[in-house]
């Protein structure tokens, strides 16, 4: 007698690979193979997502990362973290300054007029949301046209390299309480465990790789009345940050090249200070690499939930450490519920025995 | 994929930190050390906690097995094998306990005693035994390091209440060393008794959750029970209480898979599958069956 129906594991991961390899190409003649550059320009927010969820700034790896996970995005992500695992760190990275992002956007939904001016820029926050079926049949010469026309009709600007933050005005009036300078290093999650209550670098870092829906659905929860932030949107600032690195002989700060990223400070309400000392609004931080500013918005609703959470006691779930922090990662929670596919006969062998024997004292205390 | 990729696929640091990790659970038996845990290419949940303490230990003159459901065979355990065997190039691998040096084990502990030359790491899905009746992380750290089980005594004596029976079916809760309790993975209860007084050093890996646990050679290991209502394993009796005989190799001392035939009746055979192997080759060959071992193993 042969062994029962778990014989032959090598054989089917082989076939499922192969199926999953034909799904991935199977395509009408016309089709072409998706070019890394495609994905990465034409996908450019999906691929921001993965760059922010697989906490590694590489837009390439991370489009390829999309293709060969057939544009799920929490099988992308987690290749890309995967990769990561495998390089060691090599350096802290100095304190950048985001005052000196690129902007592409920059908004303040606190004030009419900010320093340096609101920028629209690229939001598909007033886009009508018809279907474009005239995307459905596009060629090469409508892209060139498209940029074409767009060159066209830009005016040469002559954008300011750097544009003040919103917030730095806020300070300077008295609004917000001043930059206290933090003598802890910050915390990498890469490489330290959470044992809870973690440092807000900690959370701040556990947030800019969470998964976006997740982060959402927890902001979510606060906004709608589990909590009580009441967010005003101080700043929120797309952009291609130079990262500033010491070089290697000279030590003198020098770029080491640019991220695209999103960030995000949010105001929210003053809160009584024990302290006595003048009341000021409190802040609320999300960055994180990408344009994504449903993430960058709900990381800073989370973070000023969370310091509420640590000053008087988590009173919802957004504004407890460890609910909102050990729940968040896509790689985590999506590998957890993947696994209940694995086997499980014998745990549930021992479920079978323990409901057989309480059946049966059941079934004896009743015919008594 | 190996070109571009450390031996053991994480870098030495991180295998570093894995071992101390390691060294300190051995030190403090039961005591759930956290660690980093890097991102493995498998899922969270797949074995990633395991897999980790598996690469962070291996080298090149290690033999090692990888079991699923007691099975080398079954998806997952292939899976895990041929990773390590792909990322730690020169690695012996083998589906017979007797000649691993290192067992990786889903869900069980193999049949046959481990010896003191053995290492048994366990995949652990939770960590922590005391999450049935604490959810803050925070709170049960607090309760571990005062030894405080009460509610988890109360759990079960509420289960005897309500059903007459402990419903803990797998992941028993067990005291080790006589202070932290731990969640012994999700073997079966019948593989419980075999964490105490193990000549073989069992360590449990939890990936996801980011904690190490060690049961060192020789350690008492109890499950939690009550004078009155003594620890029980499955039990694998029919209805006339004599004990069923696995299908296959007609072994009467092991733990036995369930299989539901065609026609809806019900067949038994060994969960470990080696276990079952030998013990049909055994037989085969003391009947005279059998003469050649080649055969024997492919029987």
Redo the contacts between chains.
């Keep these: 007698m042969g062994y029962v129906a778990i014989k032959g594991g090598g054989k089917a991961i082989r076939g499922a690979e192969d199926v999953l390899e034909v799904l991935r190409t199977a395509e009408a003649d016309t089709g072409a193979p998706l070019t890394i550059n495609t994905i990465e320009h034409q996908l450019r927010l999906l691929t921001s997502r993965i760059v922010s969820e697989g906490g590694l700034y590489h837009p390439e790896l991370a489009a390829l990362a999309i293709k060969q996970s057939q544009g799920d995005t929490l099988e992308a992500a987690f290749a890309l973290r995967a990769y990561r695992s495998t390089k060691p760190r090599l350096m802290q990275t100095p304190i950048q300054n985001t005052a000196n992002m690129r902007l592409i956007r920059r908004i303040s939904s606190a004030f009419k007029d900010i320093p340096g001016g609101q920028m629209l820029g690229p939001t598909y926050d007033y886009a009508l949301r018809l279907m474009r079926l005239d995307l459905a049949n596009e060629s090469p010469t409508h892209f060139r046209d498209i940029a074409r026309k767009f060159l066209a009709e830009t005016p040469e600007s002559d954008l300011p390299d750097t544009f003040p933050k919103v917030v730095d005005a806020l300070r300077e009036e008295g609004l917000l309480p001043s930059v206290q300078a933090s003598a802890a290093e910050p915390f990498d999650i890469t490489r330290e465990p959470l044992i809870f209550p973690v440092p807000r670098s900690a959370a701040l870092a556990t947030m800019a790789r969470a998964e976006t829906g997740s982060l959402l659905a927890l902001a979510y929860s606060n906004m709608r009345g589990y909590g009580d932030v009441h967010p005003t949107i101080a700043e929120l600032r797309v952009g291609y940050l130079p990262v500033m690195l010491p070089h290697p002989i000279t030590g003198v700060l020098t770029e080491a090249g640019e991220v695209l990223m999103t960030e995000c400070e949010v105001v929210a309400m003053y809160e009584d200070d024990s302290n006595k000392g003048t009341p000021t609004f409190t802040l609320g931080y999300g960055a994180c690499f990408g344009h994504n500013e449903v993430k960058a918005i709900s990381m800073a609703i989370l973070d000023r939930a969370l310091q509420k959470g640590m000053k008087d006691g988590a009173s919802n779930p957004s504004e407890d450490q460890e609910f909102v922090l050990l729940h968040v990662d896509g790689v985590d929670s999506m590998g957890f519920a993947s696994h209940y596919k694995m086997p499980h006969y014998v745990t549930f062998q021992s479920d079978m025995d323990r409901l057989r024997a309480t059946q049966k004292k059941h079934e004896e205390r009743s015919a008594q | 994929m190996s070109a571009g990729?450390?031996f053991g696929?994480?870098?030495?640091?991180?295998k570093k930190?894995v071992r101390r990790a390691i060294l300190k659970a051995i030190a403090i038996p039961g005591y759930q050390v956290?660690?980093?845990?890097?991102?493995?290419?498998m899922?969270?949940?797949?074995g990633?906690g395991g897999l980790q303490i598996t690469l962070s230990l291996i080298g090149a003159d290690e033999t090692l097995k990888v079991i699923?459901?007691?099975?080398d065979?079954?998806?997952?355990?292939?899976?895990l094998r041929?990773f390590v065997e792909l990322t730690c190039p020169g690695v012996n691998t083998t589906t017979h306990l007797n000649e691993a040096t290192l067992i990786q084990s889903r869900?069980?502990i193999p049949e046959v005693p481990l010896t003191p030359e053995q290492v048994l790491v366990l995949q652990v899905?939770y960590p922590d035994p005391l999450v049935v009746v604490e959810p803050?992380?925070?709170k049960r750290?607090i309760m571990h390091g005062e030894a405080d089980y009460a509610r988890l005594l109360v759990k079960l004596y509420e289960d005897i209440v309500k059903?007459?029976?402990?419903?803990?079916?797998?992941?028993y809760p067990t005291r080790i060393n006589g202070h932290y309790v731990i969640d012994p993975s999700?073997?079966?209860?019948?593989d419980v008794p075999k964490l105490n007084d193990s000549s073989a050093l069992i360590l449990f890996g939890a990936g996801?959750e980011?904690k190490i646990y060690a049961v060192p050679p020789h350690t008492k290991a109890e499950p939690l029970a009550f004078d009155d209502v003594p620890f029980r394993v499955?039990?694998f009796n029919d209805a006339a209480g004599n004990r069923r005989p696995c299908?296959?190799c007609a072994a009467t001392d092991s733990?036995?898979?369930?299989?539901i035939n065609e026609d809806g009746s019900k067949?038994y055979?060994c969960?470990d599958?080696d276990y079952?192997d030998s013990t049909l080759k055994n037989s085969l060959l003391k009947n005279g069956v059998l003469a050649n071992t080649k055969e024997a193993a492919h029987a």
């Excluded at chain 2, 956290?34 to 290419?41: A, L, N, V």
């Excluded at chain 2, 999700?186 to 019948?190: A, D, G, S, V």
Aim: hydrophobic content about 20%; glycine content about 4%; aromatic content about 12%.
């Design positions: 990729y450390n696929f994480m870098d030495e640091h991180a930190e956290p660690y980093s845990s890097r991102e493995m290419p899922g969270r949940g797949f990633t699923d459901q007691g099975s065979d079954s998806v997952n355990a292939v899976n041929q869900h069980r899905p803050s992380e925070d750290k059903f007459d029976e402990i419903t803990i079916s797998h992941r999700p073997i079966p209860r019948w996801r980011k499955e039990s299908e296959r733990f036995l898979d369930e299989y067949r055979q969960s599958s079952c």
